[in-house]
């Protein structure tokens, strides 16, 4: 689904909106949603409210200097989706971004001690798999606007398992939640693909005794120990559904300890940290806002 929010400058949410949005739907099935979900959003305004702007914060892979929504794991039709020329004229100005980078932004804004100091690692492990990188605090957002991409990096061990980015053999086919929810589902038919809602209903099952989870754990738990190699964050922040089962949350600590680092450097600090959805959205909306806030300063 799409969710949109309208929110103020104290963070209060004013307005909310959800949109199903069916999982074979092509660039024109996903626009007409994204408008209108705007339109409704633009109209549940207060009045007299200053409009600064529409944030779009997006999973998958996107080209900020375009604006573009390039692709996404749960829309797999969609590919370079130009989402400032859908949104301009309803609520422009338009700002994207990774939702990855905003719930980062949001997280080193809200608690600078232990965000905003040395380099922070942020792994989502959910419907797809991704990181965010921040140093002292300032997020790492490659001027192309992708980056942290770990759910396509290709695996011998999973052959030619086809991946909805294209390529084949990616971590996400054996380790994200689309590829791993319906092993789940045989066993547990009432499973809900929302993580929010799974996030809820995954520490009250037996996730140790599907084979499939756990070789998903220690696939992801390698591809986290390579990205830590290569960037050397000081803690590691994980999200999403699955961290909410107790013990797949142990054995996958228990798995990352055991790759360790290299001679002489300490592992990072391993957190866990739920879904984090009100992160995304007051991260997304920040730039939006703080700009707005400058220009009616300036204008005053």
């Known amino acids: 689904s799409f969710v949109g929010s309208v929110i103020d400058l104290n963070e209060t949410v004013l307005a909310r909106h959800a949109v199903e949005v069916p999982s074979d739907a092509d660039n024109t099935e996903i626009s007409r949603h994204l408008a209108a979900l705007a339109r409704a959003l633009a109209d549940d305004m207060p009045r007299g409210m200053i409009h600064a702007g529409t944030a779009v914060s997006a999973s998958g ?30 609520g422009g100005p338009v700002e994207i971004c990774r939702n990855l980078d905003a719930d980062l932004r949001a997280r080193v804004a809200r608690e600078p001690q232990s965000f905003g100091q040395g380099p922070i690692l942020l792994l989502h492990w959910g419907w797809g798999i991704g990181t965010a990188y921040a140093i002292d605090g300032r997020p790492f957002t490659s001027e192309g606007g992708s980056f942290g991409e770990i759910g396509h990096w290709r695996l011998a061990a999973l052959g030619d398992r086809p991946c909805t980015c294209g390529n ?3 971590l996400e086919t054996g380790a994200a939640l689309w590829s791993l929810l319906p092993v789940l589902r045989r066993r547990w038919p009432d499973l809900a693909d929302d993580e929010s809602r799974l996030y809820e209903q995954l520490p009250g099952r037996d996730l140790m005794s599907v084979p499939e989870i756990d070789f998903a754990a220690r696939a992801l738990a390698r591809a986290l120990a390579n990205s ?20 797949l949350w142990s054995h996958f600590t228990k798995l990352f300890q055991d790759e360790g680092m290299m001679a002489g450097i300490a592992l990072p600090l391993l957190f866990n940290d739920g879904v984090g959805r009100n992160h995304e959205l007051f991260g997304a909306a920040e730039p939006l806002l703080r700009r707005a806030v400058a220009e009616l300063l300036r204008s005053r």
């Open 61 to 90: 892979l996107i080209d900020l200097p375009r604006k573009q929504w390039v692709m996404a794991a749960r829309w797999p039709r969609l590919r370079r989706l130009a989402i400032e020329e859908v949104l301009a004229d309803i």
């Open 228 to 247: 830590c190699r290569m960037l050397f964050p000081a803690r590691v922040v994980v999200t999403g559904p699955f961290v909410s089962n107790a013990a």
């Open 168 to 170: 084949a053999g990616c």
